[in-house]
């Protein structure tokens, strides 16, 4: 099985800041990754796709990176309906793998 | 607009049985593989079952494994999981989700999430 491991688990930022969240794969998955964040109470919403590609209606300071094992979510200018937990995932092979997640708190 | 719904969840002894349903709309079905993911409280995300747009390909976690069977009927444009021999780890809220494309598993959009409780 291939394990996915974020990092950091959690953060505190402020509204403006820059985040970078990683997410680093036990093996080569070439671009099959894909990022979601989570609200409470709510069921996980798509953000990034095939590593990089941004989903529909999700807005663009939000961006995917990364090939192989080592994959980062970065969202610029950090937004107050930001604050939540994300998750990547890993489509190349089953079992299909979650990171642990990554919670993003207001600083 | 696509749409997934989640029913059948609540709580259950252990070692007894369960039926989760998921009804589906807005895109055709029968086109899709579909998939089961679950969360226990306050954890993260666990994929449990697969199974392929023409019902022949099933995969599982092994934590499911023997014990849980995903099946679909496309004329209800429903999707199901048969859940056996019930464990109180298996307590989460269980979401059906559809691949963002035919070909490749990430998954938008999902449905709200049915919370099983598995509990003495």
């Known amino acids: 099985d291939i394990q996915m491991t974020q990092s950091p688990s959690s953060l505190s930022a402020s509204v403006g800041d820059r985040v970078t969240i990683t997410c680093r794969a036990s093996?080569?998955?070439?671009?099959?990754l894909a990022w979601y964040q989570q609200k409470p109470g709510k069921a996980p919403k798509s953000l990034i796709y095939?590593?990089?590609s941004l989903q529909s209606g999700v807005p663009s300071r939000f961006s995917g990176s990364g090939s192989g094992t080592d994959f980062t979510l970065t969202i610029d200018s950090l937004q107050p309906e930001d604050f939540a937990t994300y998750y990547c995932?890993?489509?190349?092979?089953?079992?299909?793998?979650f990171g642990g997640g990554t919670k993003v708190e207001i600083k | 607009q696509v749409q997934l719904v989640e029913s059948g969840g609540g709580v259950v002894q252990p070692g007894r049985s369960l039926r989760l349903s998921c009804a589906a709309s807005?895109?055709?079905?029968?086109?899709?593989?579909l998939h089961w993911v679950r969360q226990a409280p306050g954890k993260g995300l666990e994929w449990v079952a697969v199974?392929?747009?023409?019902?022949?390909?099933?995969y599982y976690a092994d934590s499911v494994k023997a014990r849980f069977t995903i099946s679909r009927d496309n004329s209800k444009n429903t999707l199901y999981l048969q859940m056996d021999s019930l464990r109180t780890e298996d307590t989460a809220v269980y979401y059906c989700?559809?691949?963002?494309?035919?070909?490749?598993?990430?998954?938008?959009?999902w449905g709200q999430g049915t919370l099983v409780t598995v509990s003495s």
């Open positions: 995932q890993q489509y190349n092979s089953y079992p299909l793998t």
């Open positions: 095939a590593a990089s």
């Open positions: 199974i392929s747009y023409d019902r022949i390909t099933k």
């Open positions: 989700a559809r691949p963002g494309t035919t070909t490749h598993n990430w998954f938008d959009p």
């Open positions: 807005g895109f055709t079905f029968s086109s899709y593989t």
């Open positions: 093996q080569g998955i070439n671009r099959w």
